[in-house]
């Protein structure tokens, strides 16, 4: 009988334990140092075309509205925000997870985020951090192709951060 009201006792806990941070957003959008809200000035999405893996490259120009947190108040300034997504990694770390695991969530869902979807007023926020900087390294997920060493940069540009949490 104890055996039982221990495993039930166990069972219990686990139950009550918060869930992982795998499907928590809270848990990557910490990481971003920067939080802003954006109005969209321009965007370009490219896709080339040809042999080997099917990449993205998304570059958005924004205007900063509004500043949640940040290392500075950019709030009137433009800002770029660059990445690149491998597309053919990220469909092949949700394959293998869900081979492996079916549709249980995981760490393995995370992925590099798709352009953000603005609103009616063309808006959206953003969890960021500066590119080419330490942070902008973090929280790199299947489809990351972002290398930090061979670019530079100048001005504010930026890179998401949070994976798919990365814009809303």
């Given at each position: 009988?104890?055996?039982?009201?221990?495993?039930?006792?166990?069972?219990?806990?686990?139950?009550?334990?918060?869930?992982?941070?795998?499907?928590?957003?809270?848990?990557?959008?910490?990481?971003?140092?920067?939080?802003?809200?954006?109005?969209?000035?321009?965007?370009?999405?490219?896709?080339?075309?040809?042999?080997?893996p099917r990449l993205r490259r998304v570059t958005l120009v924004g205007e900063?509205?509004?500043?949640?947190?940040?290392?500075?108040?950019?709030?009137?300034?433009?800002?770029?925000?660059?990445?690149?997504?491998?597309?053919?990694?990220?469909?092949?770390?949700?394959?293998?997870?869900?081979?492996?695991?079916?549709?249980?969530?995981?760490?393995?869902?995370?992925?590099?985020?798709?352009?953000?979807?603005?609103?009616?007023?063309?808006?959206?926020?953003?969890?960021?951090?500066?590119?080419?900087?330490?942070?902008?390294?973090?929280?790199?997920?299947?489809?990351?192709?972002?290398?930090?060493?061979?670019?530079?940069?100048?001005?504010?540009?930026?890179?998401?951060?949070?994976?798919?949490?990365?814009?809303?």
């Open positions: 009988m104890l055996r039982i009201t221990l495993a039930f006792a166990l069972a219990l806990a686990l139950a009550a334990a918060p869930s992982p941070a795998a499907i928590n957003p809270d848990h990557y959008t910490r990481v971003a140092s920067e939080h802003l809200q954006l109005r969209e000035v321009a965007r370009i999405v490219h896709e080339p075309r040809g042999d080997g900063v509205l509004a500043v949640r947190r940040g290392n500075e108040d950019l709030a009137g300034r433009t800002v770029v925000i660059d990445y690149t997504v491998d597309l053919d990694a990220r469909a092949a770390a949700a394959d293998e997870h869900h081979r492996r695991n079916g549709q249980r969530p995981g760490p393995q869902f995370m992925a590099e985020p798709d352009p953000p979807t603005p609103d009616a007023d063309g808006r959206y926020w953003a969890y960021l951090a500066p590119a080419g900087q330490r942070l902008g390294n973090v929280n790199r997920h299947a489809g990351a192709t972002h290398v930090i060493e061979s670019q530079q940069y100048e001005g504010h540009v930026f890179v998401p951060v949070a994976g798919q949490y990365s814009f809303h």
